[in-house]
């Protein structure tokens, strides 16, 4: 006997007691003991209501063939509508779409006469499977117009709607609403719902104006869905135009719309007004407070994000994954890492620490926080990864060096079913340039072109970027051409450019930049000065510099050390030294380039005791502080000192890399010490690179030493087979040593591998712009 009843059974007692068990959410065991019972006593025959709700329950569980059995051993089945539309209802509901689709071919092939309630009931599941089952709901559109009952039926209209909207036909939607002979408050919201999907909020704006015009009133949910639309498509007006329409209806107090208008004020970047809604709420739930947090987090106010997470803690309310999902980046970007450890701990114990939103969150903040290790491990746990799943592990493998394992999880996403987006591909690109992959980025490019992904200008910027830091300024050139243009663009080019032969580029960007009204910002000006550097353009770098003093930006630690360089690069050493004593916060790179700029004209003195003084001044030595000293002691010939310091480098643990190298290569070479120059490159740890064979290469020159200079020479054409130069050095090394039959083979060589010297260029200044010249040009 069944917990609860007493007997005799009764159709009343079973019916109630079925229906308390649905309620409670109970198991089936029970569930199926009432319907033993209910088949045994005879109440299940004599009772539509009882088997509706048996129906109902079996359906909550997903329990289907217990639902069947019900309809299967039910006398009305064939007689009545009623019970095949109460389990389409039930499994529609319990999202089971395709099996309610499934009662209904059923029920048309049991030669059960569909009532009024059958097709709005069996459009409702054809609407929810519109993506996989498109064409069910046009054939019940058709057979519900062919038996007459679309004529007059508001819900079965409403429903079509619903079912075209879901379909991506809006103005199918609009062509049925406008059909209807009657309609009501939840036809117009139904029309409002469908264009807000498709996003045509011009037109939901229109449909809610026509409402109010036919004197239907608005309720709550005809504006908590245009609320967001507003707020993502940046509508103020007509956010504060529902907002004042909220308040003459009273609607305003409502928990959902309030949370909405939340929402949307802090997209408008208006906190204020998000606040004032906020505090005047007069109930929050879960969601208020993930929506105020929401704003914060969108404004970059992170220490408000934690204010805000305390003030709902001591309101006693129960953190879910949004809020942690909102919390996390918070702590992140204040670098409370011990913090976002202790939400892991809590999301552990509250059993959300595989819920998607949490997950996703905690892999970005161990990434960010060098923890790759601990995010691939929440990725490795999470069953059901979503495409922001493999996005954050893109990024948090391309973040911490491991560009080759980033590459082949990205072919591992699609061999899984999601298809990469603008995210994967602005996460993935720096890798490229990092590891040099030219290869990998043009294919990343050509899959951006057929996925008709260009048109985002975080991916036209990030292959830009890339592009530059291959070394492909014509291919990255000819993307900024082709896209639209932001400030990011501009000084992505301009950077590129500077670092290039091709400086004067980034000159003429500049001017372009201005004169499409695209506002200057310190990277624009910093990549200007870079170039001007490069240039010995000093002039135009001077004029940049008055720029950067009227608008209070010559402080600025980046730009102060761009001006750095230019003048130290001019020899304007005494300019150099006045802006470096103003700046208060000297950092790393404004010791290094002053060091380098005293040692490149020959004032070794300065150089080493602005060496010393840097470390007096608490700042540490990193490996271009070095370069710049062993550079120092490279142009002054003091091999000594030289080695001293590359021994005080070694014993700092600064590991020498090819630079440090080819310096010693240099300073070595120049002394006249070429056996120990070719020992230390003999010894290296990993292989030389065309700097430090390039060093050796030209001291060979200086000293005459044809063995050792093809040697050097052997491993430059390898490494760098295109450069002309150093075929054009050893050709004239043999020439002058009289060797005129190698010196023809090195001749041969260039013509074979077609090597051709690169054509010399100048630049003059007219007025305020500078014009390149080639050999050759008129």
Not at 115 to 121: A, G, I, K, N, Q
Not at 582 to 593: F, G, H, L, P, Y
Not at 665 to 670: A, E, F, I, Q, Y
Request: charged share 20%.
């Amino acid at each position: 006997m069944p917990p609860g009843l007493a007997t005799p059974f009764t159709a009343a007692s079973l019916h109630e007691h079925v229906l308390r068990l649905h309620q409670c959410g109970d198991g089936g065991l029970l569930l199926r003991r009432a319907h033993a019972a209910a088949l045994v006593s005879g109440a299940l025959a004599a009772s539509l209501p009882l088997a509706g709700a048996l129906l109902l329950s079996y359906a909550a569980l997903h329990d289907v063939p217990s639902a069947r059995l019900v309809l299967h051993h039910h006398p009305l089945r064939l007689r009545s509508a009623f019970l095949w539309n109460s389990l389409s209802r039930a499994l529609a509901s319990a999202a089971l779409p395709a099996e309610a689709l499934r009662v209904y071919n059923r029920m048309v092939r049991s030669g059960v006469r569909p009532d009024d309630r059958t097709f709005p009931f069996a459009l409702h599941a054809a609407a929810i499977a519109a993506g996989e089952h498109p064409a069910k709901g046009l054939e019940l559109h058709a057979a519900a117009l062919r038996r007459g009952l679309l004529l007059s039926d508001i819900f079965a209209g409403n429903t079509l709607v619903t079912f075209y909207a879901a379909c991506g036909r809006a103005a199918d939607a609009r062509r049925v609403f406008d059909e209807m002979s009657a309609r009501d408050v939840v036809s117009w919201n139904s029309l409002v719902s469908a264009f807000l999907t498709n996003g045509m909020l011009d037109d939901a704006k229109r449909a809610v104006v026509g409402m109010m015009r036919s004197g239907v009133p608005v309720n709550v949910a005809s504006l908590v869905s245009l609320v967001p639309a507003c707020g993502a498509e940046q509508d103020e007006r007509f956010g504060f135009c529902l907002h004042g329409l909220a308040l003459k209806s009273g609607l305003d107090s409502m928990v959902n719309f309030a949370n909405a208008l939340v929402d949307m004020y802090g997209k408008f970047g208006d906190l204020e007004a998000s606040m004032r809604v906020f505090n005047g709420m007069p109930e929050r739930t879960e969601v208020s407070w993930n929506s105020a947090l929401g704003c914060f987090v969108h404004a970059g106010f992170y220490e408000d994000v934690l204010e805000l997470f305390r003030a709902m803690s001591e309101q006693g309310v129960t953190p879910g994954s949004v809020t942690l999902s909102s919390l996390l980046p918070a702590l992140v970007d204040l670098g409370y890492f011990h913090l976002g450890k202790v939400v892991h701990g809590y999301s552990i114990r509250r059993a959300m620490d595989l819920d998607i939103f949490t997950a996703n969150s905690l892999m970005d903040m161990y990434a960010k926080f060098g923890c790759s290790e601990k995010a691939s491990a929440i990725f490795e746990k999470i069953e059901a990864r979503n495409v922001v799943s493999w996005n954050a592990m893109i990024a948090n493998l391309a973040q911490n060096g491991a560009e080759i394992e980033a590459f082949r999880l990205v072919i591992e996403m699609q061999k899984n079913g999601e298809c990469p987006n603008s995210f994967t591909i602005v996460n993935l690109l720096p890798a490229c340039s990092r590891v040099a992959s030219l290869k990998m980025g043009k294919q990343i490019h050509a899959w951006s072109v057929r996925r008709s992904l260009m048109s985002d200008m975080f991916v036209s910027n990030a292959l830009i970027d890339a592009y530059a830091k291959c070394g492909q300024l014509s291919l990255a050139r000819n993307i900024f051409e082709r896209s639209e243009k932001d400030d990011v663009s501009y000084n992505t080019l301009i950077v590129g450019y500077s670092q290039s032969p091709c400086c004067f580029e980034s000159l003429h960007l500049f001017e372009q930049m201005r004169a499409a009204g695209v506002e200057y910002d310190a990277v624009s000006f910093m990549g200007c000065l870079s170039a001007c550097a490069n240039l010995s353009a000093f002039k135009q770098g001077k004029e940049i510099h008055g720029v950067l003093v009227r608008r209070l930006l010559s402080t600025h630690p980046f730009l102060a050390n761009s001006l750095l360089d230019l003048y130290t690069k001019g020899g304007m050493l005494d300019t150099a030294l006045k802006i470096f004593n103003r700046i208060t916060q000297k950092d790393v790179a404004s010791w290094n380039t002053m060091i380098l700029g005293y040692g490149m004209h020959g004032q070794l003195d300065v150089a080493f005791q602005l060496f010393d003084l840097m470390k007096d001044d608490g700042v540490d030595y990193d490996h271009v502080s070095y370069i710049a000293v062993l550079s120092a002691c490279s142009h002054g010939g003091l091999v000594e000192k030289g080695k001293k310091y590359f021994s005080q480098m070694l014993s700092q643990n600064i590991k020498p890399q090819q630079m440090h190298y080819a310096c010693m290569v240099d300073l070595l070479g120049r002394a006249g010490q070429l056996a120990e120059s070719a020992e230390i490159i003999r010894n290296m740890p990993f292989r030389a690179n065309s700097d430090v064979w390039g060093a050796l290469l030209g001291s060979c020159r200086i000293h005459g030493n044809i063995e050792l200079a093809r040697w050097a020479a052997e491993h430059l054409f390898e490494l760098k087979p295109e450069h002309s130069g150093y075929y054009t050095l050893l050709m004239n090394m043999y020439a002058e040593a009289g060797m005129w039959s190698e010196a023809n083979k090195i001749r041969t060589l260039m013509k074979s591998r077609k090597v051709q010297k690169n054509p010399a260029y100048s630049w003059v200044q007219n007025g305020n712009k500078l014009q390149a010249f080639l050999v050759g040009d008129a």
